[in-house]
């Protein structure tokens, strides 16, 4: 019996094997670099601004406000980047400076039990209406799933008679916006403090203070998508073109 080779084939199926490890390894290389953006893991900025609570200083007795609301995830584990919060100031006020913004693991009647990260933004916003500023962290923090955690915002070093007006909601009005991520709510209690954090007391009279909590979410490179259409025209060309020499 006589052998019949066809090493045209074999050249070629060697060649296209080293040729598509290498679009896979470029493809491989693309993923690697996701462009990376902020989401909106969850928000009530849509909600109807009913009213505002004080953060800061109050002259006529002395009080210094704060507040810490919550929120909890759904059933997956994000990255959290940073909050957005629609804050104002009285005008009939000087104006208030030092405003904090802290992420907590958890809250109480003696505070925070736990704080995760102090946001970086702006600490002396002065709009005379309502107006989103964000405050970002300087990494991102995993916040795990189906768990709850706390916005302290705060000014206890703002002068005497200096308030910031943080906005809230309707009263008994959770509700959040579409768009977030699954399983996502804001808590209807919230804590409040009238000595500057000695005592916090929770209640739901006024409203929820209006925010989003924003997240980090990776997304490929339009670049990504085109390698991978290159690759597989690729493996079916090889594909046509071996059968069609054993044929």
């Given at each position: 019996m006589t052998a019949v080779l066809v090493p045209s084939c074999r050249r070629?199926?060697?060649?296209?094997?080293?040729?598509?490890?290498?679009?896979?390894a470029v493809v491989i290389g693309l993923f690697c670099a996701q462009t990376v953006v902020a989401q909106t893991a969850v928000s009530n900025l849509g909600q109807l601004t009913n009213s505002w609570a004080g953060i800061g200083n109050r002259a006529s007795d002395g009080a210094n406000f704060a507040r810490a609301v919550s929120f909890t995830t759904g059933?997956?584990?994000?990255?959290?980047?940073?909050?957005?919060?629609?804050?104002?100031?009285?005008?009939?006020?000087s104006q208030p400076t030092g405003l904090t913004v802290t992420l907590n693991s958890g809250f109480g009647t003696g505070g925070s039990t736990g704080v995760l990260a102090t946001l970086t933004g702006e600490s002396a916003?002065?709009?005379?209406s309502p107006t989103t500023f964000s405050y970002t962290s300087t990494s991102p923090i995993t916040l795990s799933p189906n768990s709850t955690y706390w916005l302290q915002v705060a000014a206890p070093g703002t002068p005497s008679d200096t308030m910031f007006s943080w906005t809230t909601t309707a009263v008994d009005n959770n509700a959040v916006d579409v768009g977030g991520l699954a399983g996502w709510t804001i808590g209807l209690n919230y804590f409040i403090t009238n000595n500057g954090g000695g005592l916090w007391t929770s209640s739901s009279f006024g409203g929820v203070n209006q925010f989003s909590v924003q997240y980090q979410a990776a997304i490929p490179e339009s670049s990504t998508y085109a390698a991978l259409?290159?690759?597989?025209?690729?493996?079916?060309?090889?594909y046509r073109r071996r059968h069609r020499h054993s044929a």
């Open positions: 070629f199926s060697r060649s296209a094997l080293r040729l598509l490890e290498q679009s896979l059933g997956t584990a994000v990255d959290f980047t940073g909050a957005i919060l629609l804050l104002t100031v009285t005008p009939s006020l916003p002065a709009p005379l259409f290159g690759l597989s025209a690729l493996g079916f060309a090889a």
